[in-house]
């Protein structure tokens, strides 16, 4: 099958930096997809992207489908001759839909009888015909939450589209796209080469695009060239970047022709809080911060220019122009916030609406502090910190500082807090309430922190859910999921022995509106979390099976440490010999004390071992009530492992029974014992998880 190299792009006004890596990603993806399921054969795909464009090659995409032979069914045999062996009407337009007469149709048969049949050859169709429309439906499917028009046409796309490039190999593809007829034309940097580029093949883009467009265009190198460049830039100020990550992939998308340049502010800015000094560089302007051998912000940035100017300094002293005003307003609000404390602005989050129907934000705060004082009282932890903490938390919100940077609530309230003399326990949970703030970030450092952090954030989703704002399908627009996963990361990673059913139920009970079903709400909030709970066991163990989880969340165990717990026991116990036996026999019980008992499979009931009538009976019942005997301390200590280890012993008794013992006797009081027996056992491990539900060869 002959190929060629394939490349399309798409030219557009700037497109939004924080989703260009997602859109060019997923651009290639789609593309792939498409060609995929139209049969194309194909090499590598390749993304590319700048501020101005979107670009995939794929290498050596067939010019053509390979043809497609399929076999069609016809009507039965029975159904397309007579009696006299000639063919009926069914038989006719049969041949006929398949090209060829009645006498040239195969018979097939099966089980399900016999019928006519033939062979029809789809014949390829051409890239050239094909690719113009994958390419829209690739471009139709990225993620883009708000379209725009332009001009006087229906074209709807993240940005205007000013140009499109299509070519198989060296021809371009006749097509129009996003309304525009393609060309082999690109177009080079905004400022050192506004001028249409002819692409002459796929192969030749990258290359061409830098040498003549002074572009480079795989976002990848670029943002290569940037973190290279800055960081040995900051090096030559004497220095290294700070917070660069997230950066450097931002940078990347302002920017198509990168030019590290260090900048300096006046180092009295350096009294500023560190984060405040971060947050003004990064947020606003996308400067990278420099700090030295030890951590301390120095009085330097290294900025990232889009061309390389034939006169530097004068670039340099425009950044350094722009970032001073900035950080005299920090300076500013930083000065003015510390004349009134944090508490004396509690009284004034009372005007400030949380949410409709749930009060404002000194109720909630309110709330929090009752319900982080509840956790820590029950976990043997003085309450004191915590709730002085919750009730200060939300202060910083009506600062000058957070009003200015938004991103440093918490972090500002953690400074004036000890600005204000509070404790620094009290401190330190402001400044941790919000983490984790995303996937990844650091849990909050202290234990005060981290009952701040799961009541405020347990409160969170308990009164958005009552309002009914769930979160539906991609759509969450308070974040729970990233909070109950916060929850999930705090109880779990540092082992809080929290009874997390309780600390709902408090959480939902204090909601200032009637809640038609409280004991409903909290069991959905319960299933909202440990679904969370589940991805992140999973993420922790990829060979951890969902059935395994299933068996342990049976039992719905009220804190996540016992869960955690019970899941290694149940995982141990997975790899016994007994283990398959016994989660066949346990399905097994379950299902006969299901039938027996009206659909409840956790039936049980006295046993009389006088009724007894086989041996195999009272070798079980013996082992049933001396592994319940030892099953008590074990329990209590919830040394789950030696539990099941110990009750994996039940293997040969349970054995023996089935094999020897008719559970469903036909005498009423004989099979009420019997079920009773079996109850028995299955009630024992079930104090630890549902095995049944486990999936063991």
């Not at 390749?46 to 076999?71: F, G, H, M």
């Not at 440990?530 to 099976?545: A, C, H, K, M």
């Not at 049980?604 to 006088?610: H, L």
Request: charged share 25%; hydrophobic share 45%.
């Amino acid at each position: 099958m002959k190929s060629a190299d394939f490349l399309v792009e798409i030219g557009t006004e700037e497109l939004p930096p924080k989703a260009l890596r997602n859109l060019m990603d997923s651009f290639a993806e789609n593309l792939e997809r498409e060609v995929d399921e139209a049969r194309l054969a194909h090499g590598t795909v390749k993304p590319y992207a700048s501020p101005r464009r979107l670009a995939v090659r794929i290498d050596r995409l067939a010019t053509a489908q390979e043809d497609r032979t399929t076999e069609q069914k016809g009507p039965p045999v029975s159904v397309a001759f007579d009696a006299d062996g000639k063919p009926k009407p069914p038989a006719i337009a049969f041949a006929r839909k398949c090209g060829v007469e009645v006498s040239a149709l195969r018979r097939s048969r099966s089980e399900k009888g016999e019928w006519l049949s033939c062979d029809l050859t789809e014949q390829g169709r051409t890239a050239a015909e094909l690719m113009p429309a994958l390419v829209e439906k690739a471009l139709a499917a990225l993620p883009i939450p708000r379209r725009m028009r332009w001009g006087a046409g229906e074209t709807e796309f993240v940005r205007p589209v000013h140009w499109v490039l299509l070519l198989h190999g060296d021809a371009v593809l006749d097509a129009t796209i996003m309304g525009l007829p393609a060309g082999r034309e690109s177009r080079g940097h905004r400022f050192h080469a506004d001028r249409s580029l002819a692409i002459p093949n796929p192969a030749a883009y990258p290359a061409l695009l830098e040498s003549e467009g002074r572009v480079v265009v795989d976002f990848d190198e670029r943002r290569r060239r940037i973190q290279a460049g800055v960081e040995a830039a900051a090096a030559g100020a004497g220095g290294s970047v700070v917070n660069g990550d997230g950066l450097f992939d931002e940078v990347a998308a302002l920017v198509e022709w990168p030019v590290p340049i260090v900048g300096a502010f006046d180092e009295s800015f350096l009294a500023l809080p560190r984060e405040a000094i971060i947050s003004t560089l990064t947020g606003h302007q996308r400067y990278f911060p420099v700090a030295d051998a030890d951590g301390r912000l120095l009085p330097r940035f290294v900025t990232v220019a889009n061309l390389e100017s034939t006169d530097p300094v004068q670039v340099r002293d425009g950044n350094e122009r722009v970032i001073r005003p900035r950080l005299s307003d920090a300076a500013f609000f930083w000065d003015s916030d510390r004349r009134s404390s944090l508490v004396s602005r509690s009284s004034a989050l009372n005007d400030v609406v949380y949410q409709k129907g749930l009060g404002s934000l000194f109720d909630r705060s309110e709330r929090v502090a009752a319900l982080a004082a509840a956790i820590a009282t029950e976990i043997g932890v003085p309450p004191a910190a915590v709730e002085r903490a919750a009730r200060l938390s939300k202060c910083d919100l009506l600062t000058g500082m957070v009003s200015e940077f938004p991103e440093l609530q918490g972090t500002m309230g953690r400074y004036y807090a000890r600005a204000d003399g509070e404790p620094e326990a009290v401190a330190i949970a402001i400044g941790d309430h919000y983490r984790p703030r995303f996937a990844g970030d650091a849990l909050p450092a202290t234990i005060d922190g981290q009952l701040l952090s799961v009541a405020d954030k347990l409160e969170t989703i308990a009164g958005v859910f009552a309002l009914g704002k769930r979160p539906t399908g991609n759509r969450d627009p308070f974040a729970l999921r990233r909070a109950a996963l916060g929850i999930v990361r705090i109880l779990a990673e540092c082992r809080l022995d929290i009874d997390l059913k309780a600390a709902i139920q408090r959480a939902v009970t204090a909601q200032p509106m009637a809640v038609a079903e409280p004991e409903s709400l909290a069991n959905e909030l319960y299933e909202f979390i440990t679904e969370r709970l589940r991805s992140w066991f999973i993420e922790q163990d990829p060979g951890l099976g969902t059935e395994t989880f299933d068996a342990v969340l049976a039992r719905q165990p009220q804190s996540v440490t016992d869960f955690a717990d019970r899941l290694a026991a149940v995982r141990a116990f997975a790899g016994l010999d007994e283990a398959s036996s016994l989660a066949g026999a346990n399905k097994r019980i379950a299902n006969i004390l299901k039938k027996s008992a009206g659909g409840d499979e956790h039936a049980t009931g006295i046993v009389d071992p006088a009724l007894f009538q086989d041996p195999a009976e009272s070798e079980l019942h013996r082992a049933v009530v001396s592994a319940t005997e030892e099953a008590a301390p074990l329990l209590e200590q919830r040394n789950y492992t030696a539990l099941l280890q110990r009750l994996a012993r039940l293997k040969s008794p349970i054995d023996r029974y089935f094999d020897e013992v008719l559970v469903m006797a036909e005498d009423e009081q004989l099979r009420a014992n019997r079920l009773a027996l079996l109850g028995r056992v299955r009630e024992l491990f079930l104090r630890v998880a549902d095995i049944s539900r486990l999936a063991l060869d």
